[in-house]
């Protein structure tokens, strides 16, 4: 009948909805990115739902069987290891499909790593972009900050620990030593907060090397207001 986008938490696990947990509870079955990491959630909050995989490497078989199950009437819930499904994760194109075959597609609301670190960054946050995570090549990398030296939008990016220090020589080489923000281990025990220039980001994540999941957020580029948007806006 319908499949449920289900957000799961980030870390802490008291950060999940009460919708999310009926839902979890009350649906057929429930599609896991890892289905032994899913079942730990599901054994912390006692629930027995049965459990198929759903990943990156089998999503075309097993997003097929998932439309026929919502054909022949039951309901689906779609989650990740962690946060929001099809952000960074398998899911969008599960969603595209159920469209296409007109099946009902509902999407609670919930965790996801990219909006606490926006707020926490301090930036401005009336228009941002975000961009999964930064490419993996240099080359790629660099180019693609390239395109970004001029954007006046804050940036967010998820990124590998061990890739870190090389995307922040290529950012400072590129977009130059402005404001930058680390937000790592969110929700979890060592979370932690890292705010300054580029520069001293990279003198402190030289000296410890760092562990865990993190998201970067650089400032973008503030430009002087202009007259006409000020005029616009009294
Ligand atoms: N679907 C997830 C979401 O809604 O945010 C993202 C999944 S993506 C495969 C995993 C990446 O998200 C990590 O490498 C990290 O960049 C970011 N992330 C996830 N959990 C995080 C956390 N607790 N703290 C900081 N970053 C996190």
Not at 8 to 24: H, K, M, S, W, Y
Not at 134 to 148: A, G, M
Not at 195 to 213: K, L, T
Request: charged share 30%; aromatic share 6%.
């Amino acid at each position: 009948m319908s499949i449920y986008i289900c957000p799961t938490p980030i870390g802490n696990l008291e950060d999940i909805t009460l919708r999310v947990l009926r839902v979890l509870r009350e649906v057929d079955c429930i599609a896991a990115e890892d289905t032994r990491h899913t079942r730990k959630l599901m054994n912390h909050y006692q629930i027995h739902t049965p459990l198929v995989s759903y990943h990156e490497y089998n999503k075309e078989v097993k997003g097929d069987h998932i439309l026929a199950m919502c054909m022949e009437g039951k309901d689906v819930a779609l989650v990740s290891d962690a946060g929001t499904p099809g952000i960074s994760d398998p899911g969008w194109e599960l969603v595209r499909d159920a469209i296409d075959a007109g099946i009902d597609v509902i999407c609670l609301p919930g965790p996801t790593a990219l909006i606490p670190a926006l707020l926490l960054s301090g930036f401005q946050t009336a228009s941002f972009i975000f961009d999964g995570f930064l490419p993996r090549k240099k080359n790629d990398r660099r180019k693609y900050l390239h395109e970004l030296e001029d954007e006046g939008r804050t940036l967010i990016f998820y990124e590998a620990p061990h890739r870190l220090l090389g995307a922040l020589s290529d950012i400072l080489e590129i977009l130059g030593d402005r404001r930058i923000c680390i937000v790592r281990e969110l929700t979890k025990v060592h979370e932690e907060v890292f705010r300054g220039i580029v520069s001293q980001a990279i003198e402190r994540f030289s000296m410890n090397p760092i562990r865990g999941e993190i998201v970067i957020l650089i400032e973008g580029v503030l430009k002087p207001p202009d007259e006409e948007s000020i005029i616009d806006r009294k």
